[in-house]
């Protein structure tokens, strides 16, 4: 595990009003964080990026990036990935992890490794495993050893 690598936090799903907000979608466990986080891309500089609130009761947060100032200018971050510099996320207590530190993970089912952790997904009912074969696992109670470098799904 790489301590400097960048992390995917959330993705650009769609422009918000007139004035070139954008819906975000995030991937992190409070959707607020993303007002502390310096948020980078490669399709506009971090110091551009600005927290404006977020969506109640949702995983999306409303943002703004200076320079894409109308509607039709913010159309074009549609799909555009955010990172952060992975030594921007608080240490963690012994026994927690990072979805991102994961993957490459052998996935074990009733014993057997059925695939490798390639990413999760998120389509709203919870997490979901992404194996390397393009299988999807539930994530929900699956059992996590660090040692081992395994999940172990139901």
Request: charged fraction near 30%.
């Amino acid at each position: 595990m790489n301590d400097n690598k960048k992390i995917l936090v959330g993705k650009i799903v769609a422009f918000q009003g007139v004035r070139g907000d954008v819906r975000v979608q995030t991937f992190t466990e409070k959707p607020g964080d993303f007002a502390k986080f310096k948020v980078q891309s490669s399709k506009f500089n971090p110091d551009d990026f600005r927290f404006v609130r977020t969506v109640p009761n949702t995983n999306v947060i409303i943002a703004h990036i200076k320079g894409f100032d109308d509607r039709t200018s913010a159309e074009v971050l549609r799909g555009t990935e955010l990172f952060i510099e992975r030594d921007a996320l608080p240490v963690l207590k012994s026994g927690e992890y990072y979805q991102t530190d994961l993957i490459g993970f052998a996935i074990m089912r009733d014993g057997e490794k059925v695939g490798t952790v390639s990413c999760f997904q998120d389509f709203g009912a919870g997490d979901i495993i992404e194996a390397d074969d393009g299988n999807m696992y539930s994530f929900k109670g699956a059992i996590v050893d660090l040692n081992n470098k395994t999940v172990t799904v139901k």
